[in-house]
Each structure stands twice: as C-alpha cells, then as structure tokens.
C-alpha cells in the first residue's frame, strides 16, 4: 500500500467551473474574483472578502493594512507554519513568540499580556490544526491594549469558536487554499474583515498599488501583484458550494481514527474543547512519554510500510534563519518543542478509505509494540 499525507477532493463541478472560465476572454480581473469574495464573505459572514494568490501574500497585506511596520512587535505563536511569523518580518516588524497550551497547541492566552510592550501593534493568534485559539480571551487583551488580532485562518476554513466562524473574530483574518487545505484553489488564499478601509487597502495593495477607480497605470502607493486567476477562483466557488460535505467528510475519518486508536496506550488523540467546533485539517496524534527519536523512527517504520506521515510543526523559532536573525536556542519555548518531538501527521483526506485507516492503525500498533 501507498498512502499519501494528503490528497484534494476535486468533483466534477470543479471541472465544469475551470472549464467555462478558459472558453471566455477573462482568465483574470473577471466575474470569477468578484462571485468568490461574495460567496466567501457571505458564508464567514463578514462584510469584505478580498482574494489573493495565496495565504502568505493574505497575511502580509493584513500587517501592511494594519499599519504594521519597522520596530513594531507582534505576539504570535512558535507552533506553526512559518509564513504566520514570517509576514512581520516582511514588513521589518518583530514576531514575539509566546509558548503554547499543551491541550489545544494554540497560544496561551495566559501568557500574552507578559509578553506585551510599548511597541506591541497586534495579536496575530493561528487556530492551529483547525482547533480556534480562546478568541474571547485574546480580544479582551487587544481591547485593553488597543492592539490589532489578525487570525491566521487557514488551517480552519469553517471552524467555529462559541457558535460563530473564524476569521471573523477579530480585526481581520486570513485562509489560504493550497491543495492539503480543507478546500483548494490550486494556489489561493483570501482576507476576511469587517473594516472597509482594511479591505480597500488590501484590494489595491493586491494590484500593483492601483488606485481602485482611478486609471490602469496610476499607483497611488507600494503594492504587490498578489492577484488569483479566473480560474482559480471558478475552482474556489465550486469548492465552497460543498464546503459542509468536505468538512463532514473530513470529520468523519477523523472519528474513524479516534474510535481505532484509542485503545492504543501510547497514543494521544488530538484534543477538542467543548466550546468550539472544530475543522479537520490534519489528523495529529502525540506520542506519549516519548522522545525525539523514538518517534522519527516510528515515522520512519510508517514510510516503510508505505504511509506517508509528517512532524507538524517544527517550530518556527528553531528554524536556521530564525536563529540565526533572532539568537534562538532550544528551551526558548519548551512547550511548542515538547510537543513538535513527539506529534507524527497521519494520511487525512476525504478520500482515505476505511480498509486504509484499518491498514495504518495496524501498522501502528505492530510499531509501538
Ligand atoms: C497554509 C498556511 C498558511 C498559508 O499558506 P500558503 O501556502 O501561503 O497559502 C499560513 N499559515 C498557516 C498556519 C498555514 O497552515
């Protein structure tokens, strides 16, 4: 057998919609961009949705929108991929980093007020995993500090914090569609807000700096061309119209590996609080009382029988460019790192059949043995 980490779950619509898109003249700045920001922002429920080329280009217009620039800081968390951190850096601003709860592997908002300066400008919390951050918590503090939150969204399309979606929780937010999200573009990624100046902002930030009404070649500030296709978009709008299916699909395979591995001693399944609900990205056990080692070389006895695993996350503070620009050593953040030496990624995709579950779940047990 040969199971792959992840795989995209693309109908025949999808390939209607792409289709339609490449007999017309508009393969960019079309009908498409327009239909997929309405029908987005309609099903988070926010008053703007801008789309971009992919979530990192999101995330860095959400610092530029915000007014986020040299010297300023902003608490994020080490546990998780590394464009959440990156896109400070972009705008020579500072990532602080607060250490995680070991429950939920998003940041502790206990820890955050500590971690709080004079140059602090945002909260930039990611709903790791699918699993949102304690919202309420991590507002009040930016109330208090008059700071922004921008929710690094993209692991969590659909996820739902005390009965409302994320990504609109906060000052703005931000999902991305690469082909291992819960819903893809190809390349993708879309700001989500409240705030119509951010959103304008965004929408001429995305094009070159253009001035949004005003002549094709007039650039009123720095910009980007972090425009998506037509036809990436027709693949978005096909996707979200079965959003809830994917999402009830992907949960059901991961009930499916919950009800198989928990008799499994060795084994922690990933953990769910009771106030939110959660969109299945990655399906992560921990292994207990294990070191590093051991569980690369669990890692490596799955490759041997041919299912493909991963570490989520390394953490970002010990990545070489990380440590080498900001001195980080490991202890710096002990939970995060704990917990990155000992999580192994399961195959997880709409597409994961039971007799696989069955075949990984047994390959597992005879490993941990
Ligand atoms: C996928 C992801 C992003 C954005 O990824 P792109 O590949 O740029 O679309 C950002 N943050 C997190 C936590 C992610 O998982």
């Not at 999200?181 to 705030?195: A, H, L, P, R, Y």
């Not at 070191?291 to 070389?297: E, I, L, S, V």
């Not at 493909?308 to 460019?321: A, D, G, K, M, T």
Request: charged share 25%; net charge positive; proline share 4%.
């Amino acid at each position: 057998m040969n199971i792959p980490l992840s795989q995209p779950d693309i109908g025949k619509e999808e390939i209607k919609y792409v289709m339609k898109v490449l007999k017309t003249p508009f393969l960019s700045i079309g009908p498409m961009v327009k239909e997929f920001e309405m029908l987005f922002a309609d099903y988070i429920g926010a008053k703007y949705a801008v789309a971009v080329s992919n979530g990192t280009a999101g995330l860095h217009l959400c610092i530029k929108s915000n007014d986020i620039g040299y010297g300023d800081e902003v608490i994020t968390t080490p546990f998780s991929f590394i464009s959440s951190a990156n896109c400070c850096i972009f705008e020579n601003a500072k990532p602080v980093f607060v250490d995680i709860d070991p429950k939920t592997l998003n940041i502790d908002h206990e820890k955050i007020e500590d971690a709080i300066t004079s140059n602090t400008k945002a909260i930039l919390p990611v709903h790791v995993f699918g699993h949102p951050c304690n919202m309420d918590e991590i507002t009040g503090i930016a109330r208090k500090y008059n700071l922004s939150v921008i929710e690094d969204s993209c692991e969590a399309i659909g996820a739902e914090y005390e009965g409302k979606k994320v990504g609109n929780l906060g000052t703005c937010g931000v999902f991305a569609f690469y082909p291992n999200k819960q819903m893809t573009t190809g390349e993708g990624g879309m700001i989500v807000t409240n705030d119509k100046n951010i959103a304008e902002l965004c929408k001429s930030l995305r094009n070159q700096g253009r001035a949004l009404d005003k002549q094709w070649l007039s650039h009123e500030r720095l910009g980007y061309n972090y425009r998506v296709s037509e036809m990436n978009c027709a693949l978005g709008i096909a996707q979200l119209k079965r959003i809830e299916e994917i999402l009830n699909k992907r949960e059901k395979v991961a009930s499916a590996y919950n009800r198989k591995l928990k008799e499994i001693k060795k084994i922690k399944l990933p953990f769910v609080s009771d106030n939110i609900k959660v969109s299945r990205f990655v399906y992560v056990i921990q292994l207990k009382d294990c070191n590093k080692k051991y569980r690369d070389k669990v890692m490596e006895e799955l490759e041997k029988c041919g299912v493909s695993c991963s570490n989520y996350f390394q953490p970002i503070h010990l990545q070489p460019f990380y440590r080498k620009m900001f001195g980080y050593k490991p202890g710096d953040y002990s939970i995060s790192e704990s917990i990155a030496d000992t999580t192994i990624a399961l195959p997880f995709n709409n597409k994961l059949k039971m007799k696989e579950i069955d075949y990984i779940v047994k390959c597992l047990t005879r490993i941990l043995q």
